[in-house]
């Protein structure tokens, strides 16, 4: 049986919160929300939630750069991450492709190997320091 995930475009802070607001991941957004307030939801940024059934598994927002680009930020709960990353990110990457999005952009910082290797195995090039893109031409399903 495949795998069935579910995207759903969100502002509702509580279903945001689910995935960002647990301990293994808020300590990395809260040096810009220290507060526990949520990073600010402008109105161009757009939110993911992706459900598998009807769990909650991950969050991904997009800060819009402009009209072809946006910055990728993507956050699987800890306990789905061995299942489900790849498709949940890939999932995302897929929707934002589809909005006529030409690039997206990841920032990594330095201390975090596993996730840049891990965004390099999704097919993001690394373009500068800390700095990952992925080109609408370049993803390949």
């Known amino acids: 049986m ?9 502002s509702d802070k509580s279903e ?8 293994e991941i808020w300590p990395l957004l809260s040096k810009r929300a220290p ?3 949520l990073l600010p939801l402008r109105d161009q940024d757009i939110y993911l939630i992706v459900k ?7 969050c991904t927002y997009f800060e819009v750069l402009n009209g072809y680009e ?6 699987v ?3 789905y991450r061995p ?8 999932a ?3 929707w934002a492709f589809n909005q006529s999005i030409e690039k997206i952009v990841v920032e990594i910082p330095d201390d975090y190997p596993k996730v840049t290797a891990f965004a390099e195995r999704m097919g993001f090039e690394n373009v500068g320091n800390n700095t990952l893109e992925m080109r609408a031409n370049k993803w390949a399903a």
């Open 2 to 10: 495949g795998i069935n995930l579910k995207l759903s475009v969100t």
């Open 16 to 23: 945001i919160f689910k995935v960002l607001g647990h301990p």
């Open 35 to 37: 507060e526990k307030k």
């Open 52 to 58: 598998a059934g009807r769990k909650v598994i991950a």
């Open 70 to 75: 946006m910055q990728m930020h993507p956050y």
């Open 77 to 79: 709960l800890p306990r």
């Open 83 to 90: 299942r489900y990353s790849y498709k949940a990110v890939k």
């Open 92 to 94: 995302c990457v897929d």
